[in-house]
């Protein structure tokens, strides 16, 4: 079962930042938090993944709190390809990665 | 590089009908292997997993099945569909190593239309 909590639906502006916040609470000392994103009919897209420290790629920066019970997935500056539902996945321990509904980001022009 | 195809795209099948979906992994080995299903506007759920040949472990008891033949290869099906079958089916597969910062990346995806 999922163990995250995140918004069903979100709008931001194009060339805005997008904020996606994610809950969760019940994380465990050594589960990751990871990212991913969906387009409309395709597989979901990786987009980062971290432990304790905020992460940067070239996609987006994820900032993880301190008590690590919250995270906030950051677009930089959403354009309309953004589109998308984003996922955020706390692994368990095992091989299983367990999806919850996400959050249905849509940027506007 | 890594790549993961999966097959047939799309398909639309009457009840009772069998199914085959098929998954293959190229450029790794011992790969672990997943199938996940997702119904029309919902997340995704997870079916079934494997860490190795022979080696399937199932999430949602139902009538589909998996098999994995080959280290590199993963098979979904079912004798017999049901309506409820339908939905978007999702190939994916991760490094086979311990630790949890493991990511997993999907395949293109199959649509299944039980008429």
Redesign the interface.
Known sequence: D?KTTQPTSMDCAEGRAANLPCNHSTISG???V?WYRQIH??????II?G?KNNETNEMASLIITEDRKSSTLILPHATLRDTAVY?CIV?V?G????????TSLTVIP | SQTIHQWPATLVQPVGSPLSLECTVEGTSNP?L?W?RQAAG?????LF?S?GIGQISS?VPQNLSASRPQDRQFILSSKKLLLSDSG?Y?C?W?AHRTG??????????S?LTVV
């Open positions: 999922a050594n589960e990751y990871y009919s395709q597989g979901p897209q990786y993944h432990l996922y692994r321990a091989n299983q990665f367990y999806f919850g509904t996400g | 672990n997943y996940y919902r997340g995704l759920q997870l997993y860490v999430e978007f999702l994916a991760s949890l910062g493991n990511t997993i990346y999907f395949g293109e995806g649509w």
